[in-house]
Each structure stands twice: as structure tokens, then as C-alpha cells.
């Protein structure tokens, strides 16, 4: 089973950027699409953003035109570049195949906090 590893989160202040890394144990050029996700403090995990290996990104909902997902196959890694942050962004991020299929376990995912 492919491990993830997410890595890159952090403290950051409202407006600031951070980019997130998620390394996977073995091959992801076979899978079409990846996304990132994220959960905070009482609430479900949610998709922010994907990307697909034809090199389509979306984002999505409250993070639309803030987040891009990127993905460098070669070195079987999905990256969330994450712009004008907000408190609300304050979450575990993780990644997985888009949709998720089981057959990817999660990783323990990077906390990324927003507060100044």
C-alpha cells in the first residue's frame, strides 16, 4: 500500500503563504488525479484541491482562486501552493487520490494554523 507523507505545514499570519508537500512511497504517475484535503477541530475533511495528470487544477469552494495543487510524478509528490491565508484555513492537511478509494491509507497530515 502506498504511504503518504505530508509535510510544510505551520504557523502563518493572516495574507501569508505557505506550500505544503506530500511524498508517496512509491509510483503515482498511474493516478489520474490527486487531491489535497483537509480537516479542522470538529468538522468533516474536506476536498480543497486536486490535480490531475494532464496537469488540471481545481480548487475548490473557500479556497478557490487561493489554493493551487501541483504534482511532480518523477518525484511521486503532490505540493498545495495556499495564498492569502485566513483563520479559517486552520486545518490538518492531508492528500490522497481524488476521490479517495480506500486503497490509499492517509497520512498523518501537516497542521497548518492561520493567526497573527
Known amino acids: 500500500q502506498v504511504q503518504l507523507v505530508e509535510s510544510g505545514g505551520g504557523l502563518v499570519q493572516p495574507g501569508g503563504s505557505l506550500k505544503l508537500s506530500c511524498a508517496a512511497s512509491?509510483?503515482?504517475?498511474?493516478?489520474?488525479?490527486m487531491g489535497w484535503y483537509r480537516q479542522a477541530p470538529g468538522k468533516q475533511r474536506e476536498l480543497v484541491a486536486t490535480?490531475?495528470?494532464?496537469?488540471?487544477?481545481n480548487s475548490y469552494d473557500s479556497v478557490k482562486g487561493r489554493f493551487t495543487a501541483s504534482r511532480d510524478n518523477a518525484k511521486n509528490t503532490v505540493y498545495l501552493q495556499m495564498n492569502s491565508l485566513k483563520p479559517e484555513d486552520t486545518a490538518v492537511y492531508y492528500c490522497?487520490?481524488?476521490?479517495?478509494?480506500?486503497?490509499?491509507?492517509w497520512g498523518q497530515g501537516t497542521q497548518v494554523t492561520v493567526s497573527s
Open positions: 490522497n487520490r481524488a476521490p479517495p478509494t480506500g486503497n490509499m491509507a
Open positions: 512509491r509510483s503515482i504517475k498511474s493516478i489520474y488525479a
Open positions: 490535480i490531475t495528470n494532464d496537469g488540471g487544477a
